[in-house]
């Protein structure tokens, strides 16, 4: 009896240790951390919220997923100063391509998934206050007198680089050679009175502080700013812009660790579902699969790659925000 007794006990210690373990174990193999860019934090609530609902259907689990939202830039800095990031999801290929070059990523990456891991695109477009009183309709209309910019710093920020890049472009494309691309984006700057850290922070100085004539900012952004803008703001298309393409990819580095691979793997995948492509286009972001795209909201524009500023994003990177580079240069700081 006394030594059922004993062994009954350590049962009924030891059980609940072991119960304690197991449910330990699982809740950390089920929780991802998706390291992002600033604007995008509308769509990953919608995407997660799905995709949770999924993954318990499938696996019988449920799965926590964290958020992280910054200037670009400065997130793919975070990641690699140790913020421990399952997935990324950030504005630029350079700001991705950083944490391979750091040993956090494969070679491959880009290949991993489908449409070189692009689940979807964007571009670059004005947000104007209501009736566009300053009547801005293209690129050279923001140098007229009196015309103030909000556009986020292209040091820290995705939206601030694009945003650099499609100004340069667009004067490109309009006949103009380099010299000129760069006196104009030197004066356009000199339009810009504030430089905040990321796009949120613009999107609140232009819509909610109401500082500025023009907002230059992600599509979806702007649309998200009209939309809730109560008829204040409205929407300009320029004739060029750029093509923006924020990757996604899975931390390797992390997610073999932290014993994460599959639950991120299956994560990313969810994006080039139907649910997850239609979740994309409802939050105007361009998503892969073009069927899904509502061409009365997002129209056709002319875009323009990489290739029309620099022979490809390394070289961007280097010659427009490295330290000495164009924007260097060109910027005077207040």
């Keep these: 009896m006394r030594l059922a007794a004993v062994i009954t006990i350590g049962y009924l210690v030891v059980l609940p240790v072991i119960a304690w373990v197991f449910v330990f174990n699982q809740a950390a193999e089920q929780a991802l951390l998706n390291v992002s860019y600033d604007p995008t934090r509308e769509l990953w609530r919608d995407l997660n919220r799905a995709f949770r609902e999924q993954y318990a259907r499938e ?12 200037g670009s830039s400065s997130q793919a800095r975070a990641v690699i100063d140790g913020l421990e990031a399952d997935v990324v999801s950030l504005a630029l290929w350079t700001d991705t391509d950083a944490l391979r070059r750091n040993g956090l990523l494969a070679n491959d990456w880009i290949e991993r998934l489908p449409n070189r891991s692009l689940p979807y695109s964007s571009t670059i477009v004005f947000v104007v206050r209501a009736g566009n009183p300053r009547n801005i309709r293209d690129w050279d209309d923001l140098l007229q007198p009196h015309v103030s910019v909000i556009t986020p710093s292209p040091k ?6 694009l945003s650099l890049l499609a100004a340069c ?13 760069f006196q104009y984006v030197a004066e356009l700057y000199r339009h810009a009175p504030i430089l905040d850290a990321g796009a949120r922070g613009s999107a609140t100085t232009f819509a909610q502080k109401k500082i500025g004539d023009v907002h ?20 300009v298309y320029p004739t060029w812009s750029i093509r923006a393409e924020p990757y996604v990819a899975v931390v390797d580095a992390n997610v073999d660790r932290r014993g994460t691979r599959a639950a991120a793997e299956s994560y990313l995948r969810f994006l080039y579902t139907d649910e997850g492509q239609r979740i994309i286009a409802a939050h105007y972001f361009r998503p892969a699969n073009d069927a899904f795209r509502d061409r009365t909201i997002l129209p056709d524009v002319k875009l323009f790659g990489i290739e029309t500023v620099a022979k490809g994003w390394h070289e961007a990177q280097e010659k427009f925000f490295g330290d000495g580079g164009v924007f260097d240069r060109i910027y005077e700081r207040p």
Excluded at 59 to 70: A, E, P, R
Excluded at 156 to 161: E, F, M, P, R, V
């Design 169 to 181: 472009g667009a004067a490109l494309k309009r006949g103009g050679d380099e010299k000129a691309a």
């Design 156 to 161: 820290t920020s995705g939206n601030g680089k």
């Design 59 to 70: 696996t019988g689990k449920h799965i926590s997923i964290s958020q992280s939202h910054g």
């Design 216 to 235: 230059l900012t992600w599509e979806n952004e702007a649309r998200l700013e009209v939309a809730e803008s109560r008829g204040e703001l409205d929407i």
